[in-house]
């Protein structure tokens, strides 16, 4: 059996680790470099490092910062945040990262992953796709799933599916950080990018993003269905029952800052309490 991950994140503002509530009031928690040893001393599997701002700022990400921290790694380091293009992913990968994540840019021009995977290779490519819950009436899709009935934020924890009064209960893709609505259905698009060449998917619930209310299994599930690569659950993960069931519902690896930058709990601990539920992590005593 595969190894399920632990993988911290490191959300970056200009320079330093913030954290937020469903992406939105953001304050500050440690310096990046400080955060990526210790998570590297205490067991991460993997250090996933996202310059939250870089693409509405329209700039590419912090290649010194990310320098910085690449240099206290011996663990495989992941850095997203403005790639738009070949050359932005080959300066992440020049500064220390092993990959690079994608997220509005793939959006706008799909194409970018298929150049990404042809230069880079698959194993580098990794498609962040940031997902609202929304209930709507569904009139048709377009090619990648976007939505053209009427929709609205949905409330509840039901899975998809149609639903009474012909509402449907599905993901919207969400991109610039948050802020743009696509009105793409964010399944569609995980198949669509698995596809085109993403050789793994970072998928985060927006919904659940810093609120320590556990993984949205039902998104988890809905994606592992149609994906056949490594599939990283973000938002929500607080203790290792979340952990297990994101497992049990198709993630290979679990992503959360807020418990590990608040000292929650620590990397070690949360291993130790997931391989007593049956779930196989890596070890550093294995």
Request: aromatic share 4%; glycine share 12%.
């Amino acid at each position: 059996m595969t190894a399920f991950r632990i993988i911290p994140c490191l959300d970056v503002h200009g320079g330093g680790v913030v954290k937020g509530v469903n992406f939105r009031n953001l304050r500050a928690v440690g310096d990046p470099v400080e955060l990526a040893r210790r998570y590297r001393d205490e067991g991460a599997d993997e250090l996933v490092f996202l310059d939250v701002s870089a693409t509405v700022e329209e700039r590419a990400a912090l290649h010194r910062v990310i320098d910085s921290v690449a240099r206290v790694l011996d663990i495989p380091f992941t850095v997203g945040g403005g790639v738009r293009s070949l050359e932005d992913a080959a300066a992440l990968l020049a500064a220390g990262a092993d990959k690079v994540a994608v997220n509005s840019a793939a959006v706008s021009d799909p194409s970018l992953l298929g150049r990404l995977a042809a230069r880079f290779g698959t194993q580098c490519v990794v498609l962040a796709i940031d997902a609202g819950r929304v209930e709507g009436r569904c009139e048709g899709r377009g090619e990648r799933g976007e939505r053209t009935g009427s929709s609205q934020p949905a409330s509840g924890d039901s899975g998809p599916g149609t639903r009474d009064s012909g509402l449907e209960t599905w993901w919207e893709v969400v991109t610039h950080g948050g802020r743009r609505p696509t009105g793409i259905d964010a399944v569609t698009w995980a198949r669509d990018g698995v596809s085109r060449g993403a050789g793994e998917i970072l998928l985060t619930s927006m919904d659940r993003d810093g609120t320590l209310a556990g993984f949205d299994l039902d998104l988890v599930a809905a994606v592992r269905a149609v994906v056949d690569v490594p599939l990283i659950a973000s938002g929500g993960g607080e203790s290792a029952a979340h952990f297990a069931a994101a497992a049990r519902a198709g993630a290979d690896a679990g992503l959360a800052a807020t418990i590990f930058h608040e000292a929650r709990t620590t990397i070690g601990a949360l291993k130790d309490q997931l391989a007593a539920a049956g779930i196989a992590v890596r070890r550093e005593d294995s």
